[in-house]
Nanobody
Framework: QVQLVESGGGLVQPGGSLRLSCTAS????????MGWYRQAPGKQRELVAV???????NYADSVKGRFTTSGDNARNTVYLQMNSLKPEDTGVYYC?????????WGEGTLVTVSS
């Protein structure tokens, strides 16, 4: 099985930054892709960034130029650096791993952008 644990959420003012982490454990290799999704209150979950294994990250248009992914293979951890945060970035951020066509999800971490 695969376990994903997110951390790093919190309250930040507009224009601020946060870095989210997602640590994966269990039988994670090989996998097709990892990604970050978010769900705002009253809205459907949406893609933020997807990191196909061995390929470049694809970002949602709404976060391009502001959010950046990175990874630490030794720690099985991926990061989402979020800069120039806006109130509309508020939501629960989920880490995703796709392996053999099956999606695994973390429990999410709440990001609130508000003054």
């Amino acid at each position: 099985q695969v376990q994903l644990v997110e951390s790093g959420g919190g309250l930040v003012q507009p224009g601020g930054s946060l870095r989210l982490s997602c640590t994966a454990s269990g039988t994670i290799f090989p996998f097709n892709a990892m990604g970050w999704y978010r769900q705002a209150p009253g809205k459907q979950r949406e893609l933020v960034a997807v990191m196909p294994r061995g390929d470049n990250t694809n970002y949602a248009d709404s976060v391009k130029g502001r959010f950046t992914t990175s990874g630490d293979n030794a720690r099985n951890t991926v990061y989402l650096q979020m800069n120039s945060l806006k109130p509309e970035d508020t939501g629960v951020y989920y880490c995703n791993l796709n392996r053999f066509g099956r999606d695994y999800w973390g429990e999410g971490t709440l990001v609130t952008v508000s003054s």
